[in-house]
């Protein structure tokens, strides 16, 4: 049946993109910077955009071996997102959900309670930005970037462990930072939300007559969050209300210094974090309940454009991320305090360096050759009582690996390309595993049609094999990595000068997939390769723009994954997604409304309930050049003020954890 209706489905948009092709002449591109001169009419798709996340150079969307959506500093702006899951939800076949502690995104039906986003890889600038424990990308406010410094952001769908390794399981997220010259002085901005929560930034950014171009900036956010939340769950306890417990708090700083060949970037945030929903298994309304992330990076990349079209790019990192919870515990189950507060603790620490190399060869072939090494020297993980000590979890660690890829973009004829690539990585761990990738690109006019294939892998993480606590969890260090494998067909057609399409079908089936499990004679969860996956889907979506500044985007993404062996829908899958963007200039160049619509299915839960479907409607304003140097805008998230919740996890009493109604903030920037 499922076949049936993506056949349909598939077989109409290959319809129109071939009845449209004939007659068309120029591909459009994007849009002109809003700095530079309004374009006209035959001017306003003058270039293609560019993703340099797809094949670790800068190649035009439709020569891309995937699959790719990029949203622009504009639309950020103008839709007026304030955080990073705001930016995935708009996006065609993505969702996001949240725990009120940390956020977690969902692609092509796949989003499992309990995964902390590392099935994705997450990229700042083309760092990798997963952690070394957890794997953990983020996609809430744990992620260490303020919104106001992103200049796009890159979604790369399907594999990419031939170029990137681990993480890259289904897709790769890349957020392209703004450089000094897109700042040109010194911002300072401040807003306003809901729950008495206050953000403020100050940055400074140039590019200098001796070839220096500087980025610096500072952010800082404080949430009182909600001051009453309901759990029916808990009733015996307060009545079910967690008092004063949702607080969020947070600062980053980053930095982004260039000079000739040379580019050093860098980061660092700290977070803190109530949780509200005594998750795993912890007293409710003990507002001591918190978990504290801070992320630090730094990245030095060079690279050079030699003789004969021979592009060298070299880079060295070094990365550390620190977490610390406070658990409280009634161990004595009596309900009455005083309760053992419980200390967890991850110290992560890595380095590592990679060489790519990309040359043009015999004018048909651009072949990529490249080598990674990554050193993880601290690995500690550690779980124990405060008063009176005791101790669960003291396990240090160290791992490594090393990698080899190889790449080549082959020009069979004017209108076919032939992608193909292959990667081979090996673990200190668990040994080596190799991962190919090939994609047919035939283009013809305005038309593009992909036939996609490729592997990846996702290695266990040293919390899955190794986390261990008194009630909670315990451990398995016999997990193998999964695999997954992908089978894709994308069709993009541009119509006239306003209207791009795309469809995709796709198949993709997991092996050894690494889930949570309760074992029922301890009642402890742990992690094991226990399941495999098969999905199937379809996302269609239809973009606008004109010269006048009004541009939209439609998307509808069908999606059905099942575990083959229990021949059941997976929990936290929505079988539908449909969206709606649309930005209208009100006055001119001056101000700009944005109004954006999310429909998302039923999800089933972890007790086989069904979380609801909901439909979401978001309005903004944005305001500039009204006043020299000042830009006023707001944003009401949920108008409809919508009740709705995501499945909760193994760790989570509740079932179903819900999520804020109507929300409002304001902002206001000044540029010096």
């Not at 068309?24 to 910077?33: G, K, M, S, W, Y």
């Given at each position: 049946?499922?076949?049936?209706?993506?056949?349909?489905?598939?077989?109409?948009?290959?319809?129109?993109?071939?009845?449209?092709?004939?007659?068309?002449?120029?591909?459009?591109?994007?849009?002109?910077?809003?700095?530079?001169?309004?374009?006209?009419?035959?001017?306003?798709?003058?270039?293609?955009?560019?993703?340099?996340?797809?094949?670790?150079?800068?190649?035009?969307?439709?020569?891309?071996?995937?699959?790719?959506?990029?949203?622009?500093?504009?639309?950020?702006?103008?839709?007026?997102?304030?955080?990073?899951?705001?930016?995935?939800?708009?996006?065609?076949?993505?969702?996001?959900?949240?725990?009120?502690?940390?956020?977690?995104?969902?692609?092509?039906?796949?989003?499992?309670?309990?995964?902390?986003?590392?099935?994705?890889?997450?990229?700042?600038?083309?760092?990798?930005?997963?952690?070394?424990?957890?794997?953990?990308?983020?996609?809430?406010t744990?992620?260490?970037?303020?919104?106001?410094?992103?200049?796009?952001?890159?979604?790369?769908?399907?594999?990419?462990s031939?170029l990137?390794?681990?993480?890259?399981?289904?897709?790769?997220?890349?957020?392209?930072?703004?450089?000094?010259?897109?700042?040109?002085?010194?911002?300072?901005?401040?807003?306003?939300?809901?729950?008495?929560?206050?953000?403020?930034?100050?940055?400074?950014?140039?590019?200098?007559?001796?070839?220096v171009?500087?980025?610096?900036?500072?952010?800082?956010?404080?949430?009182?969050?909600?001051?009453?939340?309901?759990?029916?769950?808990?009733?015996?306890?307060?009545?079910?209300?967690?008092?004063?417990?949702?607080?969020?708090?947070?600062?980053?700083?980053?930095?982004?210094?260039?000079?000739?060949?040379?580019?050093?970037?860098?980061g660092?945030?700290?977070?803190?974090?109530?949780?509200?929903?005594?998750?795993?298994g912890?007293?409710f309304?003990?507002?001591?309940?918190?978990?504290?992330d801070?992320?630090?990076?730094?990245?030095?990349?060079?690279?050079?454009?030699?003789?004969?079209?021979?592009?060298?790019?070299?880079?060295?990192?070094?990365?550390?991320?620190?977490?610390?919870?406070?658990?409280?515990?009634?161990?004595?189950?009596?309900?009455?305090?005083?309760?053992?507060?419980?200390?967890?603790?991850?110290?992560?620490?890595w380095?590592?360096?990679?060489?790519?190399?990309?040359?043009?060869?015999?004018?048909?072939?651009?072949?990529?050759?490249?080598?990674?090494?990554?050193?993880?020297?601290?690995?500690?993980?550690?779980?124990?009582?405060?008063?009176?000590?005791?101790?669960?979890?003291?396990?240090?660690?160290?791992?490594?690996?090393?990698?080899?890829?190889?790449?080549?973009?082959?020009?069979?004829?004017?209108?076919?390309?032939?992608?193909?690539?292959?990667?081979?990585?090996h673990?200190?761990?668990?040994?080596?595993?190799?991962?190919?990738?090939?994609?047919?690109?035939?283009?013809?006019?305005?038309?593009?049609?992909k036939?996609?294939?490729?592997?990846?892998?996702?290695?266990?993480?040293?919390?899955?094999?190794?986390?261990?606590?008194?009630?909670?969890?315990?451990?398995?260090?016999?997990i193998?990595?999964?695999?997954?494998?992908?089978?894709?067909?994308?069709?993009?057609?541009?119509?006239?000068?306003?209207?791009?399409?795309?469809?995709?079908?796709?198949?993709?089936?997991?092996?050894?997939?690494?889930?949570?499990?309760?074992?029922?004679?301890?009642?402890?969860?742990?992690?094991?390769?226990?399941?495999?996956?098969?999905?199937?889907?379809?996302?269609?979506?239809?973009?606008?723009?004109?010269?006048?500044?009004?541009?939209?985007?439609?998307?509808?993404?069908?999606?059905?994954?099942?575990?083959?062996?229990?021949?059941?829908?997976?929990?936290?899958?929505?079988?539908?997604?449909?969206?709606?963007?649309?930005?209208?200039?009100?006055?001119?160049?001056?101000?700009?409304?944005?109004?954006?619509?999310?429909?998302?299915?039923?999800?089933?839960?972890?007790?086989?309930?069904?979380?609801s479907?909901?439909?979401?409607?978001?309005?903004?304003?944005?305001?500039q050049?009204?006043?020299?140097?000042?830009?006023?805008?707001?944003?009401?998230?949920?108008?409809?003020?919508?009740?709705?919740?995501?499945?909760?996890?193994g760790?989570?009493?509740?079932?179903?954890?819900?999520?804020?109604?109507?929300?409002?903030?304001?902002?206001?920037?000044?540029?010096?």
């Amino acid at each position: 049946m499922f076949w049936s209706k993506l056949g349909l489905v598939g077989f109409t948009v290959l319809w129109l993109a071939a009845a449209t092709a004939r007659a068309q002449t120029d591909l459009p591109l994007d849009p002109i910077a809003p700095d530079q001169t309004k374009p006209t009419e035959t001017a306003l798709f003058l270039e293609i955009p560019s993703v340099y996340g797809a094949a670790k150079y800068d190649q035009k969307v439709n020569e891309a071996p995937a699959a790719v959506t990029i949203i622009t500093a504009e639309q950020i702006r103008k839709y007026g997102y304030r955080n990073f899951a705001q930016i995935l939800d708009s996006v065609p076949g993505l969702f996001t959900s949240n725990d009120r502690n940390y956020g977690y995104l969902g692609i092509r039906g796949f989003n499992r309670p309990g995964d902390y986003t590392s099935r994705v890889l997450l990229l700042i600038d083309n760092h990798r930005l997963n952690d070394a424990v957890f794997d953990q990308g983020g996609a809430g406010t744990e992620m260490p970037i303020d919104v106001d410094l992103i200049d796009r952001v890159e979604i790369i769908k399907g594999p990419g462990s031939s170029l990137y390794g681990t993480n890259a399981f289904f897709g790769v997220v890349n957020v392209i930072t703004k450089r000094g010259r897109d700042i040109k002085g010194a911002e300072i901005s401040g807003e306003a939300s809901s729950f008495n929560t206050y953000r403020s930034r100050l940055s400074y950014g140039n590019k200098f007559s001796n070839g220096v171009e500087m980025l610096l900036s500072g952010s800082f956010s404080d949430s009182e969050g909600h001051r009453d939340l309901s759990y029916p769950a808990f009733a015996s306890t307060n009545n079910g209300i967690a008092k004063d417990a949702d607080r969020d708090n947070l600062y980053y700083y980053t930095g982004k210094l260039s000079y000739a060949d040379f580019t050093l970037t860098g980061g660092h945030q700290w977070r803190k974090k109530n949780v509200p929903t005594a998750a795993f298994g912890t007293v409710f309304s003990d507002n001591r309940q918190h978990t504290l992330d801070e992320r630090t990076y730094l990245d030095l990349v060079y690279q050079h454009e030699f003789a004969h079209q021979l592009n060298v790019k070299a880079r060295l990192y070094y990365d550390r991320y620190y977490y610390k919870a406070h658990l409280p515990y009634d161990y004595a189950e009596t309900g009455t305090p005083p309760f053992t507060l419980n200390k967890d603790v991850t110290e992560a620490d890595w380095w590592g360096t990679e060489l790519t190399v990309t040359k043009r060869l015999f004018d048909q072939h651009k072949v990529t050759i490249g080598t990674e090494y990554r050193d993880q020297f601290r690995l500690n993980q550690s779980n124990g009582d405060l008063d009176p000590s005791a101790t669960y979890l003291d396990d240090k660690r160290r791992s490594s690996f090393i990698a080899a890829y190889l790449q080549d973009e082959w020009a069979i004829m004017n209108h076919l390309v032939l992608t193909a690539g292959v990667r081979h990585d090996h673990y200190s761990t668990f040994g080596g595993t190799t991962n190919p990738r090939a994609g047919l690109i035939s283009t013809w006019d305005k038309t593009t049609v992909k036939l996609l294939y490729g592997q990846a892998f996702r290695a266990p993480n040293p919390f899955e094999q190794f986390y261990v606590t008194g009630t909670t969890f315990k451990a398995n260090s016999n997990i193998k990595p999964e695999k997954i494998k992908t089978y894709e067909l994308v069709v993009e057609q541009y119509v006239g000068d306003h209207l791009r399409v795309l469809g995709s079908l796709y198949q993709y089936d997991i092996s050894g997939l690494i889930s949570q499990t309760l074992d029922s004679t301890d009642n402890k969860l742990f992690y094991d390769n226990v399941d495999n996956i098969t999905a199937r889907g379809v996302e269609l979506a239809t973009e606008g723009k004109w010269a006048t500044g009004l541009e939209g985007r439609l998307s509808y993404a069908l999606q059905t994954t099942h575990n083959d062996n229990t021949d059941r829908q997976l929990t936290n899958s929505p079988q539908h997604l449909a969206k709606a963007n649309l930005i209208v200039p009100v006055v001119g160049e001056k101000l700009f409304a944005g109004f954006e619509g999310r429909y998302t299915s039923s999800r089933l839960t972890l007790a086989d309930n069904n979380a609801s479907p909901f439909y979401i409607v978001n309005v903004s304003l944005f305001s500039q050049r009204i006043v020299k140097g000042w830009e006023l805008s707001g944003h009401i998230n949920n108008l409809m003020n919508q009740k709705y919740g995501y499945p909760g996890s193994g760790e989570h009493r509740q079932d179903i954890i819900d999520q804020d109604g109507r929300t409002f903030w304001v902002k206001l920037k000044y540029r010096f």
